[in-house]
Nanobody, 124 residues
Framework: QVQTVESGGGLVQAGGSLRLSCTAS????????MGWSRQAPGRERELISS????????YYTDSVKGRFTISRDNAKNTVYLQMNSLKPEDTAVYYC?????????????????WGQGTQVTVSS
């Protein structure tokens, strides 16, 4: 089972950028799809992006397309989320997790064992 630790969150002004990192345990990291989700206060968790094992297939939810970029470095067991043009509505706790899939899952339920998350706060 892959366990994850997220980092890189913080407070940023609207229009700014942040880069989140997610380091995963386990020697089989490259066998898993990885995903980022977020949960804002009072709202359900949503899957915002996922990437297949090789990085060749990527999914983004509509609200982050063109602003966020997911990538992975299998040698470092790490997946990244570059977030540009941040908006106040991006404020949430961001989580990452692995999915036992060779594809690029776009459904939250495919992912297992979300990490503790990292807070992203975007001020207006």
């Amino acid at each position: 089972q892959v366990q994850t630790v997220e980092s890189g969150g913080g407070l940023v002004q609207a229009g700014g950028s942040l880069r989140l990192s997610c380091t995963a345990s386990g020697r089989t990291f490259s066998s898993y799809a990885m995903g980022w989700s977020r949960q804002a206060p009072g709202r359900e968790r949503e899957l915002i992006s996922s990437i297949n094992w090789s990085g060749s297939s990527i999914y983004y939810t509509d609200s982050v397309k063109g602003r966020f970029t997911i990538s992975r470095d299998n040698a470092k067991n790490t997946v990244y989320l570059q977030m540009n043009s941040l908006k106040p509505e991006d404020t949430a706790v961001y989580y990452c997790a692995a999915a036992p899939s060779m594809g690029v899952p776009n459904v939250l339920s495919f992912f297992r064992s979300w990490g503790q998350g990292t807070q992203v706060t975007v001020s207006s």
